[in-house]
């Protein structure tokens, strides 16, 4: 078994996250591969085994679990693949228990998926809540009425609208209490972002944290900007269709995700995330 060190979502090549990417996995029970997600400690890992209705098949583990579907060890495995010269430039599909996904290699070297759409739950969490926990005064959650909803692709998260730039940088994040808070709310974790428009093109800037299943602090998180780019598109925050999202300040390595956002009747119908990885050396 090779394993392969990766760094997704690379900003002007450097910095990203990490995750590991094993090949020809087929051989490999669930738990050997939990095992080695463990041992790596890495945010994910993907393990790749021949598939008989995509042109590959992938299961993804944190340190602590299985999760269906990972936006960054996406984007780790499809840039290592191209980059050995087994995926060309075109149009493919992976196979993952979040189900069938299609995924594109462009010739500049970016490479996308599309993830499923995201579902919007009726659970409200009271902002009033959400601040505590970050320890944030009431003015720094964004979201109007005074609620936060969870959302669920792979797994439940919540998100949480920032007010600033500047304020979600301040936060100092208290483990313990967000992992409290994760469980008591049935999420894995909670995707912060605020908007970034003092240029012509605006930036989404993330911090996430799920310490609840292993991942403390994460420099990039692809499926969740997808998820995030849904909701300021219903919100009509943003009229660009594609968006780019900056994370990973906090934790010292720059991340940049692309995420494109398709519409049709006033509806989102597509969701692209796309980005660059490099090998760690």
């Known amino acids: 078994m090779k394993f392969h060190h990766m760094m997704s979502f690379i900003k002007d090549g450097t910095g990203g996250n990490p ?34 209705i995509a ?14 579907l990972c936006g960054h060890a996406t984007i780790a495995l499809l840039s290592l693949l191209q980059e050995e010269g087994r995926l060309p430039i075109g149009h493919h599909s992976i196979e993952t228990l979040a189900g069938t996904l299609p995924i594109e290699v ?21 902002k009033r809540d959400i601040a505590q926990v970050l320890g944030v005064s009431l003015e ?7 609620i936060v909803r969870t959302v669920s692709t792979d797994m439940r998260d919540m998100i949480v609208p920032i007010a600033s730039v500047k304020a979600l940088g301040s936060i100092k994040p208290d483990m313990e209490k967000i992992a409290t808070s994760s469980k008591l709310h049935d999420v894995a974790g909670m995707h912060l972002y605020a908007l970034d428009d003092s240029d012509d093109k605006p930036v989404i800037v993330c911090r996430n944290f799920s310490p609840a ?3 403390p602090e994460e420099a990039a998180t692809g499926t969740l900007c997808g998820v995030t780019a849904c909701a300021l598109k219903r919100e009509k925050k943003v009229a660009q269709d594609t968006m ?38």
Not at 23 to 52: K, L, W
Not at 55 to 68: E, H, I, N
């Open 19 to 52: 995750a590991g990417v094993v090949r020809h996995a087929d051989n490999m029970t669930e738990a050997e591969m939990q095992e080695v997600a463990a041992q790596a400690g890495y945010p994910e890992t993907a393990f790749i085994c021949s598939s008989t």
């Open 55 to 68: 042109t590959l098949r992938v299961l993804f583990f944190t340190p602590t679990q299985p999760v269906d």
């Open 106 to 126: 462009r010739n500049d070297g970016t490479v996308f998926y599309s993830q499923m759409l995201p579902t919007f739950l009726d659970e409200i969490v009271e």
């Open 140 to 146: 720094v959650i964004d979201a109007k009425p005074q």
């Open 213 to 215: 299943v292993g991942i």
């Open 244 to 281: 780019i999202f900056h994370q990973g300040e906090a934790v010292g390595s720059p991340s940049e995700i692309l995420v494109t956002v398709k519409m049709h009747d006033s509806r989102v119908c597509e969701v692209w995330v796309g980005g660059r990885a490099r090998q760690r050396g």
